[in-house]
């Protein structure tokens, strides 16, 4: 079993920052690809962004390449997602989810096994 919390989530201006955390506990961290997926009510809830065990590089949605930025501190259990030039569209409730694919580029919720709870952001215009 996994437990995951985000924090980091809030109310920003378009072009502003935000930086999201994922804690996680339970079994081993760096075990586990991580990613990170937002939903908007009444859309399907989509990919973000996975980062490989060892950390890295990551893979990305097209629509924040160049934006965000994915992390991992395996000593801290700790996933991030640091977001910049946020856009309204980036509003949506974010999760982050632990997943035991092979390699890292796991981008189908289907992949992922754990899910936290959702932070939601809010980008005002």
């Known amino acids: 079993q996994v437990q995951l919390v985000e924090s980091g989530g809030g109310l920003v201006q378009v072009g502003g920052s935000l930086r999201l955390s994922c804690a996680a506990s339970?079994?081993?961290?760096?075990?586990?690809?991580m990613g990170w997926f937002r939903q908007d009510p009444g859309k399907e809830r989509e990919f973000v962004a996975a980062?490989?065990?060892?950390?890295?590089?990551?893979i990305y949605a097209d629509s924040v390449k160049g934006r965000f930025t994915i992390s991992r501190d395996n000593a801290k259990n700790t996933a991030y997602l640091q977001m910049n030039s946020l856009k309204p569209e980036d509003t949506a409730v974010y999760y982050c989810?632990?997943?035991?694919?092979?390699?890292?580029?796991?981008?189908?919720?289907?992949?992922?096994?754990?899910w936290g709870q959702g932070t939601q952001v809010t980008v005002s215009s």
């Open positions: 989810a632990a997943s035991d694919c092979s390699g890292y580029r796991c981008v189908r919720q289907y992949e992922y096994d754990y």
């Open positions: 339970g079994r081993t961290f760096s075990s586990a690809v």
């Open positions: 980062i490989r065990r060892s950390g890295g590089s990551g």
